[in-house]
């Protein structure tokens, strides 16, 4: 197995983006930020609901920030719908079995873009098989994330269904991929869900 | 518990919605589409990333068409991020234990819009509390789920993470809502994921 835990493509690490950007000009304001942003190693697949990146954890992080950036920087508001997943390659079900994870990786560094958003943020632990024994203490990581959340000073508060964060676009993304990678330590399966608002008139 | 069960609210039956509208004129668009629907017996509060709307299945299916198929019916381009969520009221940590539910309810049914819609969904049936004989079969369940969406025609395939729906905006909304409570059949905690495009260029 640890060649596939090894193998982020395998492990089936990556996300999902939906930029939404509020102006007449908004196509040229995401292809352009689409192709300013370097793909790196990831696969990028672009889609008209959202676009699919894969790959390892650090490489994942450094792209939505850079590509959240080029859209945040021009002064548009703009919604970016996030999906993070991790330990269940394939579609509606997983290609890789329970018990196959889970992957610990090193937390992601992120990096300021020195650029304003809120967000809203989920996290998933999704024990697909569950055996006496070996099911994971999910709630233990969950409030870890949160603590980590508290500590990089980003996070808001709790909301139905939502934890809120604030701060530096950089620092947002950053908490919500520490989250997602510490729950990950413990539970194979784990989604995280984003949505980040950026240059929102109601902050202005 | 069966008070707790047959009252929405105190199950945690709600929703949080992002309308992103790609048009200088956004404000204005997602104002009057808010001010237009009806809010019914919900309970609505306008957030700054995204509005919570709380109440029964059939009257979140309602508000939630009749909020898009306002937006959708402008003709502007825009993304709607629909999260829904029952069984865990609160916040970071259920305040209700596991074993308070499950609540099943009848699937309800929506309405045609006449506008189309593409989406992507995800459906996470979460087991908070998993015990010795009471882990719930939520594989069957998200198998019939998507067999719903194959009924209904909705169905276009499995993407990573996400299976794509296509056709009319009511129906799209109708399969996931319908996804959500059949699996709540089963499982107390039920979180579902949808992003849907209207007015895309792609499609034009």
New interface residues.
Partial sequence: MTEIIDDPMRF?V?A?V?A?????R??DVISKALQTTDPGGLVVQI????S?V?GSEPELLRYLTDLAAAIASTGE???L?I?L?RG??????CDLPGGAGPRPVDVPEGRQTGLYA???W?L????DE?R?GT?PDH?RD??AA?DLAKENGTFRG???????LEGDLGAVLATAVAGWVLVGSSVQHV?S?L???VN????R
């Fill in positions: 089936g990556g999902r939906t939404a950007v509020m102006t007449d908004y196509a889609g008209d609901v959202s699919y894969g508001h703009a919604s719908t999906q997943s269940c390659p394939g579609e509606v079900v809120a967000a809203e989920s998933y632990p999704l024990a569950v006496a099911v709630m969950i409030y949160i709790s909301e139905h269904f939502v934890t809120r989604t869900h949505t980040v608002s929102s008139p109601s902050h």
